[in-house]
């Protein structure tokens, strides 16, 4: 009776243990049966704005944006810097006082840091070359050539130092204030180019041949420019139509706070430049189609970076190149988001005049002249190469033949032949 008591109390002790580990083990919730469960919103900590700002240097489209990104990348590794970054702001990043955290940062860190740095020394030193084997400017000195790549220091190509974090953001932030400014000035080269092109082929063509090209290219421009509406970038019908287009929901339903969330794609609580340009594929399709000849790639990503641009210019009212929240939903509240002007799309607009066409074409001139004169001083410098070699090859024959009659000679006359530098040669009796 003894063993049944006390077989009873064990399993009374286990049942009341197995009923208190249940109560504590959660119960797995379908969330996808369970209606209005929101997170709360206060529980997601975001980074610092001027930490993203940092973080958004990582894609710049520079030409040195992997060096840039490979460096950011490395620092963020190393916790003291990543602490001291969340703390400063934007000031205190661009001016380069946090530059001087460097000194404080791993060992492992700066070794990857000085390699980072030498091997974009090597790319950059490699570019200077092609660009002076390609010019043939053989005396222009490396180190010049250099200065003229802001974004390191030079002088000191071993070691990455506090002065070159501070040359890297300040030549970015810099570079990124005239980017736009710059991409807009190679697209007018572009199109005076395309038109310059035009104008050298047809006169190359018939009177008849001319007529059909010039009649081809105005069909073309018509079929191009006509195209549906497009809306104004960063309007309420504009983004309205992404919310029932790309994000698939109804438009009646539609939610300024609830479209940011959606599009800010790296959950980082801003919208950068990508962010911003991924909204306006819709309308540029509208007016683009690769397929066509008579659309052309470049332009749209010229009207893709004026849209970009203008919505920045807009939006972006402390010009940090990132978007909040809280900007993107005062700009909703204003006139311009309900009630926008048309907006002109590149088919609309002139991007140069008949004078600044001709001002063009004579730089070409110019410029064609310039490679056209070391054109003709490489042809003759191959041309005097090419008869020193076959006067070297004339002398060397000429020789080879003198050497040839005196072994003759001494043959006929039974001295033993001698070697290349005359010492003699004795061949064994057999």
Known sequence: MRWRTILLQYCFLLITCLLTALEA????????????????????????????????????????????????????????????????????????????????????????????????????????????????????????????????????PDKFESTDLDMLIKAATSDLEHYDKTRHEEF???????????????????????????????????????????????????LKEVWEETDGLDPNDFDPKTFF????????????????????????????????????????????????????????TNKDRLVTLEEFLKATEKKEFLEPDSWETLDQQQFFTEEELKEYENIIALQENELKKKADELQKQKEELQRQHDQLEAQKLEYHQVIQQMEQKKLQQGIPPSGPAGELKFEPHI
């Open 188 to 238: 007018k080269k572009y199109e005076m180019m395309k038109e310059h092109e035009r104008r050298e082929y047809l006169k190359t063509l018939n009177e008849e041949k001319r007529k059909e090209e010039e009649s081809k290219f105005e069909e073309m421009k018509k079929k191009h420019e006509n195209h549906p509406k497009v809306n104004h970038p960063g309007s309420k019908d504009q």
């Open 261 to 316: 969330k959606l599009h800010d794609v790296n959950s980082d609580g801003f919208l950068d430049e990508q962010e911003l340009e991924a909204l306006f594929t819709k309308e540029l399709e509208k007016v683009y189609d690769p397929k066509n000849e008579e659309d052309d790639m470049v332009e749209m990503e010229e009207e893709r970076l004026r849209m970009r641009e203008h919505v920045m210019n807009e939006v972006d």
């Open 25 to 156: 083990v959660p119960i797995d919730i379908d969330k996808t049966k369970v209606q209005n469960i929101h997170p709360v919103e206060s529980a997601k900590i975001e980074p610092p704005k001027h930490y993203c700002w940092f973080l958004n240097l990582k894609d710049t489209g520079l030409y040195y944006d992997e060096y840039l990104k490979q460096v950011i990348d490395v620092l963020e590794t190393d916790k003291h810097f990543r602490e001291k970054l969340q703390k400063a702001d934007i000031e205190e990043i661009k001016s380069g006082r946090l530059s001087k955290e460097l000194d404080l940062v791993s060992h492992h860190v700066r070794t990857k840091l000085d390699e980072l740095k030498r091997q974009e020394v090597g790319r950059l030193r490699m570019l200077i070359k092609a660009k002076l084997d390609s010019l043939q400017d053989i005396g222009m000195d490396h180190q010049a050539l250099l200065k003229q790549f802001d974004h390191l220091n030079h002088l000191n």
